[in-house]
């Protein structure tokens, strides 16, 4: 049977959208590029895009539910069922995975009694796995409704889910305070964060981050003392300028850059 029209919101709730969708279009040149904030407030009422939320859209920027659909179904930002108010994303690409976060996300699976992109019975925490969270320098990382939560361990990150469930107050490793999912999407649909406090909050980037801004502007990064993951002393401090910060910055042996190492076949091609 075919689908039947997406039920309307409530006219007390379609008049507030409807204020608030106006004003996030007055600042689009061509109303279409609302879209993206647009689709944010619909999560901020019904906490995921809906029906309705889609029909609202389409509506309000003359465009089709298709159209919309496309949209929201292409960014993984926005949710397409019910979900937490605290979206715990584990960040598992290649250096958060080696350094735990394969653990803790395999953890908390069994720990919340949930799988990828699953909600506690509860509806409290929504768990996914994220492909990057584009802070490794601080791997592994979890993420909560997009506040970082940076060098977890598993005992911790199962402490946090904790915390979140019980209704306790959790501060992210830097950051603004965490609030729900759904004002969490309110705030990206543009509107202002009135939490006290929150927008002067921030988080700086790690030292690793920040090497390649240091060398642009001409400073000397501070010479790199490795330490074992068990936190113990490492055995010997190299002398300032003793180590490369990486093996691109000047020839290593078996790298092609040094001729007298050379790497891969030295024959020519058919010998």
């Given at each position: ?14 008049a ?11 600042r ?16 901020s009422e ?11 859209c389409?509506e ?36 958060c ?56 361990t ?5 402490q ?14 830097r ?14 649909a ?51 300028g ?30």
């Amino acid at each position: 049977m075919p689908q039947l029209p997406a039920p309307d919101y409530p006219a007390d709730v379609r008049a507030r959208l409807e204020t608030d969708a106006k004003e996030v279009i007055a600042r689009y040149p061509d109303s279409r590029s609302a879209l993206l904030p647009l689709l944010h407030l619909t999560q901020s009422e019904d906490g995921y895009v809906t029906r309705t939320g889609v029909r609202f859209c389409a509506e309000m920027l003359g465009l089709t539910t298709a159209e919309v659909t496309a949209v929201s179904t292409f960014y993984s930002m926005y949710r397409r069922k019910p979900s937490g108010d605290y979206q715990v994303g584990v960040c598992t690409n290649t250096l958060c995975a080696v350094m735990g976060g394969d653990a803790i996300f395999d953890e908390l699976k069994q720990h919340l009694g949930v799988g990828n992109n699953e909600t506690t019975e509860d509806g409290k925490v929504t768990l996914e796995h994220i492909e990057c969270n584009a802070a490794c320098d601080f791997a592994p990382v979890v993420m909560v409704n997009w506040e970082f939560f940076d060098n977890q361990t598993v005992e911790s990150a199962k402490q946090l889910v904790d915390d979140l469930m019980a209704g306790e107050q959790v501060s992210p490793t830097r950051g603004a305070p965490l609030c729900t999912y759904k004002e969490t999407a309110r705030i990206l649909a543009g509107f202002p964060d009135e939490r006290p406090g929150a927008v002067d909050a921030t988080g700086g980037a790690g030292p690793a981050s920040l090497i390649g801004l240091k060398l642009a502007k001409g400073e000397a990064p501070p010479a790199r003392t490795p330490r074992p993951r068990d936190g113990a002393a490492p055995k010997d401090t190299p002398q300032p300028g003793s180590e490369h910060l990486s093996s691109h910055d000047a020839p290593q042996k078996t790298a092609p850059s040094d001729p007298a190492n050379p790497t891969g076949p030295v024959a020519e091609e058919g010998e």
